[in-house]
């Protein structure tokens, strides 16, 4: 009778142990995957302000510079095509992720073009309408880069964990997958060459 016990005992140890493994590395890996759904959603809303701003500051410049009308179509072309690639989070893929990234670095290609035309129009460099939105659209790139840094950080944490043993075997029973990080924009390897 004893031995009886002591045989359940240990089988119900045993199970236990077993039950607070796999649900304490499965609820690990659950709470890692939702900050990066959540820093993916941050992502997103600061591409979605810069994409909200823009047809103001195009109807500004527009305003001042109509001759510019090429510029202002591929802003407004742009930002259309930007708008359209919508990624889920839980399609980060690296295939998926680098056309995203084509689409913001087009917009921003855009963009700059845009801002390097306002340099022929004086008056509109002194309207205070185009300053406060462009000081908006600064700040809301700097907001980009901030959530692309904090997303990579906790993609990578979400990354390691789900790579490491014995989470591998886990993360592959339960289908977790790795996510796709934010690289640098093609070119940014090079500095700038700047001419006098």
């Given amino acids: 009778m004893n031995k009886k016990w002591i045989t359940i005992i240990i089988v119900v140890v045993a199970l236990f142990l077993v039950y607070n493994f796999f649900s304490g590395k499965y609820n690990s890996m659950v709470t890692k995957e939702e900050t990066v759904n959540t ?113 990579n950080e906790t993609t990578q944490d979400y990354n390691t964990y789900i790579r490491k043993f014995p989470n591998t075997m886990l993360a592959g029973m339960f289908g977790f997958e790795r996510k796709a990080l934010f690289a640098a924009d093609e070119g940014a390897e090079n500095a700038p060459e700047v001419q006098f």
């Avoid at 084509?102 to 129009?121: D, F, H, I, M, P």
Wanted: proline residues 2%; neutral net charge; without cysteine.
């Fill in 39 to 151: 820093e993916w959603s941050n992502v997103e809303t600061q591409y979605q302000r810069r994409n909200d701003l823009i047809p103001n500051l195009v109807n500004t410049v527009k305003g001042f510079a109509q001759q510019e009308k090429e510029v202002l179509t591929g802003v407004t072309e742009a930002r259309a095509k930007a708008s359209s690639i919508n990624l889920d989070a839980n399609n980060l893929t690296a295939e998926n992720m680098q056309q995203f990234q084509a689409a913001q670095g087009q917009l921003n290609s855009a963009l700059s073009r845009l801002l390097v035309t306002v340099e022929k129009y004086p008056e509109l460099k002194s309207n205070q309408n185009f300053l406060e939105l462009q000081a908006q659209l600064e700040g809301t790139e700097n907001r980009i880069a901030v959530a692309r840094k904090r997303f």
